[in-house]
């Protein structure tokens, strides 16, 4: 593929990227027509983690690539899709990396930061796009600056870290008297809270009791381990795994009856947003 015709495919993904919440994107955004009217086929490679999407899950795994034919590449058509997914076992995300890269792929399209960095690691010359990371792809080391990336990674990332902050603040403001705020939800190949999450924590004079999820199985443990270390309120964090199980976690947010706040407006449609409200009664 000459560069030109793959400059083109990399700006439509761009586009294509611009919400937040990894493949959790893009319901009800309009798009013009596809930046190029080539009838050149390209092979795109999307490498996930979807390591716990449920049946009432908000959004499918059909998502990405329906919204690629929406924009002008069909399957079959003018796109070959290459799709490798890690089930709950990252360590196989280097193998499906390396994989795409010997087909090879003309992009890499990477969700979260497990699968940023195994692309990396695989190629520094096929280009990576990242999709809504709600990272600082300069401090993950992943571009140079985001004036000139410097590397083979391009893309878009979605609410810096300090809406999360924020969104900390505005629970232990609307829960009088709470001293511990759960959190739930890990970054996707990261063990521990962000330092600057736990920062703001003591900042505001709480502590914060971390609630690692896996699976889908892992919400229910959680909820009752929040419970049980007396949490008074509840951080969703901004995480594919979230956002695929958001009905459950209002659902449960409601039973427990504990005051929490989430991230994205797929609460919202899942009803999740409801439970969570009454959750704070």
């Not at 329906?66 to 058509?77: F, K, L, N, P």
């Not at 990371?133 to 140079?144: H, I, R, T």
Request: with cysteine.
């Amino acid at each position: 593929m000459s560069n030109l015709t793959r400059r083109a495919l990399l700006l439509d993904l761009v586009r294509l990227g611009g919400t937040v919440g990894g493949l959790q994107l893009l319901a009800g955004c309009a798009f013009t027509q596809p930046s190029t009217t080539s009838a050149r086929m390209y092979r795109v490679g999307l490498l996930d983690t979807n390591q716990a999407a449920s049946e009432d899950s908000v959004v499918g795994r059909p998502t990405f690539w329906e919204r690629m034919a929406e924009i002008g590449y069909s399957d079959g058509g003018n796109l070959a899709r290459e799709e490798r997914t890690a089930t709950g076992v990252l360590a196989q995300l280097g193998d499906f990396a390396a994989e795409l890269v010997r087909l090879p792929v003309d992009v890499i399209v990477a969700p979260n930061n497990a699968t940023i960095n195994a692309a990396a690691a695989a190629t520094a010359s096929i280009p990576i796009v990242m999709l809504g990371v709600p990272l600082d792809p300069v401090a993950q080391g992943w571009v140079e600056s985001l004036a000139r990336p410097g590397k083979n990674i391009t893309g878009v990332v979605g609410a810096p870290p300090t809406v999360e902050l924020k969104r900390l603040q505005l629970i232990v403001e609307a829960t009088p008297g709470a001293s511990k705020v759960a959190v739930l939800g890990f970054g996707v190949g990261t063990d521990r809270l962000p330092a600057s999450l736990e920062e703001a924590g003591r900042s505001l004079g709480v502590n914060l009791l971390p609630l690692p999820i896996e699976s889908r199985e892992s919400y229910e443990p959680a909820f009752e381990r929040s419970v049980a270390e007396g949490a008074d309120a509840l951080l969703v964090r901004l995480l594919a795994i979230n956002a695929n199980n958001a009905s459950m976690i209002g659902s449960l947010a409601e039973r427990h009856r504990i005051p929490a706040i989430a991230s994205s407006r797929l609460f919202v449609a899942a009803g999740g947003a409801t439970g969570l409200r009454r959750g704070a009664q």
